[in-house]
């Protein structure tokens, strides 16, 4: 088996693990705390029902981990359908660019929740493990590093817009967010 089908054959999966991943936390997101909770709810320190239903985890109404399903949704089809040095720069890319937003909940969950998700950092690893593959099946001279650099920068900016939004609509971090997505999961 060639190296460049083992790579695609990795981005594939490690895709598609973090759209169920994203799936199943959209899932808890909305669905009532299950008595003893969650699997992933491993203590005070470790809860994604905690972190996930947490004020932090919508983005103006949102679900995070409703992104999540997209973007990881994206990859899965890019990498499938669209194989290429320039899907591959896109998505090394644009991963980039969503881990800004992605650590700075990663640094709320840390400081502010006192309570880190499993499964929400287990995403930013795939997010990052497909980035070194899309990065080295592309060629980091073929993506170019002013355009890794200037991701870099969208990444702190985009945190920022996030970080923005939350200071402004957050008012107590551990409110469970009413969102007109919950008739989903409740009926």
Do not use: W
């Not at 991943?21 to 029902?49: Q, R």
């Not at 320039?86 to 969950?109: E, N, Q, T």
């Amino acid at each position: 088996m060639k190296t460049g089908n083992v790579i695609r054959g990795s981005i594939i999966v490690a895709s598609l693990l973090g759209m169920l991943t994203m799936i199943y936390l959209v899932y808890l997101h909305y669905a009532p705390v299950p008595e003893g909770g969650s699997f992933c709810d491993i203590g005070e320190a470790f809860s994604c029902d905690l972190v996930n239903k947490s004020a932090y985890s919508e983005f103006l109404g949102i679900p995070m981990a409703a992104f999540g399903v997209v973007y990881f949704g994206v990859i899965v089809v890019l990498s499938i359908f669209y194989y290429t040095p320039g899907a591959l720069s896109f998505i090394a890319l644009f991963l980039i660019v969503l881990l800004g937003p992605s650590l700075y909940l990663s640094v709320i969950s840390k400081t502010v929740l006192k309570s880190m998700c499993i499964l929400c950092e287990s995403s930013k690893t795939l997010m990052v493990l497909i980035t070194i593959l899309a990065l080295y099946a592309a060629g980091v001279r073929n993506v170019g590093v002013q355009k890794i650099i200037i991701a870099i920068a969208a990444a702190l900016a985009f945190a920022g817009v996030v970080y923005f939004v939350h200071s402004l609509t957050i008012t107590d971090p551990l409110i469970i967010p009413e969102s007109p997505f919950r008739f989903l999961i409740n009926n």
